[in-house]
């Protein structure tokens, strides 16, 4: 992962880390949500958010995310791998998990840039 690319990720990471315990549960999947489409074709960074979903999901007893992790966290480190990974596909079992999405313009210039 590029070093620019990286602590865009770790920033987005961190955000929805520390809303964590918050009143608000959607700043956590938001941040997370937007950590994956930045980490999703580097195998360890999209490892890293599937399971900080997946244990989020585990704190807040959200079962559809709990089961909908599980598969993804199985074929995260592959699709990251391959380039198989779903372009923009959030991560959030939400979407389909082999569906890609439009991505934000602000993450696709983080994406752009060299």
Known sequence: ???????????????????????????VWNGLARAHILGQFDVGPHLRVHIWMFLFALKTLNTREIFGQIPRLLLAAPGSLFKKAPRGNTGLSDVGIFQPMNIPEDLQSILNEK
Do not use: N, V, Y
């Open 1 to 27: 992962m590029r070093p620019k690319l990286r602590e865009h990720f770790e920033s987005e990471l961190q955000q929805a880390r520390q809303a964590i315990g918050g009143t608000d549960d959607r700043l």
